[in-house]
Nanobody
Framework: VQFVESGGGLVQSGGSLRLSCVVS????????MGWYRRAPGQARELVAS??????????DSVEGRFTISRDSAKNAGNTVYLQMNSLKPEDTAVYYC???????????WGQGTQVTVSS
């Protein structure tokens, strides 16, 4: 299984970005997926997840600003997005996609996509 993230970049505080994740080699249809992030010097944390069409903000700091979604018609539901609005400097991190519970995250993490928010 391979996870390929894209869509990151440099944006000013208050701006928006849309991240994309394509999973290849998966045998699952619409698996539970999530977006994680790792800020400099910090552990990787789960930001948002989607299961059976229901999305969840797993980090209180992104509630109301980030939205995870899935294109169920594409790639057997193995394409997910993260719409990020009202970005803040503290959102600066490398963002990754991977499985979430009840699946275990796959050990083969992708390269991630860098998001940098300037103040």
């Amino acid at each position: 299984v391979q996870f390929v993230e894209s869509g990151g970049g440099l944006v000013q505080s208050g701006g928006s970005l849309r991240l994309s994740c394509v999973v290849s080699g998966s045998i699952f249809t619409m698996p539970p997926m999530g977006w994680y992030r790792r800020a400099p010097g910090q552990a990787r944390e789960l930001v948002a997840s989607i299961r059976d069409g229901a999305s969840t903000d797993d980090d209180d700091s992104v509630e109301g600003r980030f939205t995870i979604s899935r294109d169920s018609a594409k790639n057997a539901g193995n394409t997910v997005y993260l719409q990020m609005n009202s970005l803040k400097p503290e959102d600066t991190a490398v963002y990754y996609c991977n499985y979430v519970r009840p699946f275990q995250p796959n050990d083969n993490w992708g390269q991630g996509t860098q998001v940098t928010v300037s103040s």
